[in-house]
């Protein structure tokens, strides 16, 4: 069992930074892939970045490349989002999530379903 609590997200304007961090329980975290979704209002959950378990393999939605940055500390338990030229487009709430296999075997890091753990979230807003 993995419990996921996300921070750092707030107001900033366009063009700023952000850094988002999941704090994640458990003995067992450094064997999960992780992943960052978000959801503005009136659209689905969508993808934005994933790590698999060593935090070598790195995956994103082609709308944050170049932009965000996807990283883990195993040893803290951490997980962290790294947001760049914030656009206003970026406004969503931003979820954690968990997968309980180390690896994206499948290679469906994007897919919400392969995900076992879910954070509350974390309200990011972007102004113009």
């Known amino acids: 069992q993995v419990q996921l609590v996300e921070s750092g997200g707030g107001l900033v304007q366009a063009g700023g930074s952000l850094r988002l961090s999941c704090a994640a329980s458990?003995?067992?975290?450094?064997?999960?892939?992780m992943g960052w979704f978000r959801q503005a209002p009136g659209q689905e959950r969508a993808f934005v970045a994933a790590?698999?378990?060593?935090?070598?393999?790195?995956y994103y939605a082609d709308s944050v490349k170049g932009r965000f940055t996807i990283s883990r500390d195993n040893a803290k338990n951490m997980v962290y989002l790294q947001m760049n030229s914030l656009k206003p487009e970026d406004t969503a709430v931003y979820y954690c999530?968990?997968?309980?296999?180390?690896?994206?075997?499948?290679?469906?890091?994007?897919?919400?379903?392969?995900?076992?753990?879910w954070g509350q979230g974390t309200q990011v807003t972007v102004s113009s």
């Open positions: 999530a968990a997968d309980a296999q180390s690896e994206f075997y499948s290679g469906n890091y994007y897919s919400r379903s392969i995900y076992d753990y």
């Open positions: 458990g003995r067992t975290f450094g064997a999960y892939a």
């Open positions: 790590v698999n378990w060593s935090g070598i393999r790195l």
